[in-house]
Structures are given as structure tokens and as C-alpha cells.
């Protein structure tokens, strides 16, 4: 299986930027379909984004379009999350997640492999 661990998290201004990575070990990344979800505090976690295997096909959700890029590299086995123009209703921790499926997918229950999450704080 998969080990999956996000780094890049931390305190940004609303308006800042900020790049979150998520480093793959013990099986090659290019298997699966990837995701990144969030979960802010007193909520349900939250489909954010996903990539195809090749990187060709990404889905978001709609409160991050236009704002937010997620892209793989699969030579280096990662994972990333490109987040601009960032809001305070950005603020959770975000995980990255492995999926077996053969499609991109949005929902928490196709994702079988999930890292630690990164904590991402947005000050007003």
C-alpha cells in the first residue's frame, strides 16, 4: 500500500499563497487517482480536488475554482496543491488521498489511502 505525507501548511494572509505537497512512499504514485480534501474545525471533511493518473483530467470543487491548481509529478512520486488568493474560509487541515478507482472521483468513501493532513490558518 501507500504511505502519503503533506507538508507546505502553515499561516498565511488573506490574499497570500501557499503550496502544499504531498510526498508518496512504498508504492509508485502513478497507480492512483489523488485527491486533497479539508476539514475545518466543527465540520464535515470536504472534497477540495483530484487529478487523473496523467494529470490530464482535474475536478474541483466550486469554492476553490479558479483559485486553487492541483498537479502531480510522478517521476518525484508527489503530489501538489497550488492555493492563491487564499480566504479566511480556507483555514483546515488538508489531506491528500490515494484512490483505486479507474476515474477521477469527489466523494471521501472511493479514497482507500489518506495522510496525516497539514494545517492551513488564513488571518483576516
Known amino acids: 500500500q501507500v504511505q502519503l505525507v503533506e507538508s507546505g501548511g502553515g499561516l498565511v494572509q488573506a490574499g497570500g499563497s501557499l503550496r502544499l505537497s504531498c510526498a508518496a512512499s512504498?508504492?509508485?504514485?502513478?497507480?492512483?487517482?489523488m485527491g486533497w480534501f479539508r476539514q475545518a474545525p466543527g465540520k464535515e471533511r470536504e472534497f477540495v480536488a483530484t487529478?487523473?493518473?496523467?494529470?490530464?483530467?482535474?475536478v474541483y470543487v466550486d469554492s476553490v475554482k479558479g483559485r486553487f491548481t492541483i498537479t502531480r509529478d510522478n517521476a518525484k512520486n508527489t503530489l501538489y496543491l497550488q492555493m492563491n488568493s487564499l480566504k479566511p474560509e480556507d483555514t483546515a487541515v488538508y489531506y491528500c488521498?490515494?484512490?483505486?478507482?479507474?476515474?477521477?472521483?469527489?466523494?471521501?468513501?472511493?479514497?482507500?489511502?489518506w495522510g496525516q493532513g497539514t494545517q492551513v490558518t488564513v488571518s483576516s
Open positions: 512504498g508504492r509508485t504514485l502513478s497507480r492512483y487517482i
Open positions: 488521498a490515494a484512490s483505486l478507482s479507474p476515474i477521477v472521483v469527489n466523494t471521501r468513501d472511493k479514497y482507500h489511502y
Open positions: 487529478i487523473s493518473w496523467s494529470g490530464g483530467s482535474t
